[in-house]
């Protein structure tokens, strides 16, 4: 069982940064890929980034890429989500997920979510 627990999400200005973060508790965070996903109003929610266990293979949508980074300190259990640039497009409830499996992120342990706000 993993809990997640997002936070950092707020209002920005477009151009801005923001940093999310996702805490976790349960055993092997290690072990765990993990993801953030958003979901904009109305719209269906949408992969953005995504990071292997040991940190070393990072993923993102294409949306996001040179942009966001991802990025995880697992001796504090954290997965972090560093949005630089941002746009209008991009606002939404960002989603931290976990599963053994990157492929399969969608189908794993969610959070609750942090509204991201991008004002133009």
């Known amino acids: 069982q993993v809990k997640l627990v997002e936070s950092g999400g707020g209002l920005v200005q477009a151009g801005g940064s923001l940093r999310l973060s996702c805490a976790a508790s349960?055993?092997?965070?290690?072990?765990?890929?993990l993801g953030w996903f958003r979901q904009a109003p109305g719209k269906e929610r949408e992969f953005a980034a995504s990071?292997?266990?040991?940190?070393?293979?990072?993923y993102y949508a294409d949306s996001v890429k040179g942009r966001f980074t991802i990025s995880r300190d697992n001796a504090k259990n954290t997965v972090y989500l560093q949005m630089n640039s941002l746009k209008p497009e991009d606002t939404a409830v960002y989603y931290c997920?976990?599963?053994?499996?990157?492929?399969?992120?969608?189908?794993?342990?969610w959070g609750q979510g942090t509204q991201v706000t991008v004002s133009s």
């Open positions: 349960g055993r092997s965070f290690s072990t765990y890929a």
């Open positions: 990071i292997s266990w040991g940190g070393s293979n990072t």
């Open positions: 997920a976990a599963h053994k499996n990157r492929e399969r992120l969608d189908m794993g342990y």
